[in-house]
């Protein structure tokens, strides 16, 4: 009920190991100019308590990532007010792009990925995230992301 981009979809390889740039599972600095954090773009799943996620990406600003930073690991971070984003993750299963979707970043308990609001748009994945999602669709998505040969024919 999860799947996760390693990533944001500006990452290239030959950046690791850059002294200038950082890829960690929760942070990612390119060129100590942009910076990210990872979080969960949660779904309910209609008919059930379950709750579909993606893990993606979110650019902030550099004063937003280093507060964000700074209390990574400070009780409380949780009521720090949400941090304005632009999501930085292609979901293929989307149309139009996922990318530059704006968003609002929830950081939650020590231990739990930030949560990831979409603005309010007619975008269908800020629409599944208000609305939420079949178990059909769940399948579907699964189909997608796991056997993405078989939908291209």
Not at 7 to 24: E, H, K, M, R
Not at 37 to 46: A, D, H, N, T, Y
Not at 96 to 114: A, D, E, F, Q, W
Request: include cysteine.
């Amino acid at each position: 009920m999860n799947y996760s981009a390693t990533a944001p979809s500006v990452w290239d390889p030959s950046f690791d190991g850059a002294p200038d740039c950082l890829l960690s599972s929760d942070q990612c600095v390119i060129k100590a100019q942009h910076h990210f954090v990872k979080g969960l773009v949660e779904i309910p799943v209609i008919g059930s308590s379950d709750v579909f996620s993606w893990g993606v990406w979110v650019s902030l600003s550099p004063e937003n990532f280093s507060r964000a930073a700074d209390l990574w690991d400070t009780p409380g971070r949780e009521s720090e007010k949400p941090y304005f984003g632009w999501l930085t993750t292609e979901l293929p299963v989307y149309s139009p792009s996922t990318v530059n979707l704006k968003t609002r970043l929830h950081t939650r308990p020590i231990g739990r990925r930030p949560l990831i609001e979409l603005e309010p748009t007619d975008h269908p994945l800020a629409v599944e995230q208000r609305t939420g999602i079949t178990l059909a669709r769940v399948r579907e998505i699964a189909q997608a992301v796991l056997h993405p040969a078989d939908n291209n024919p």
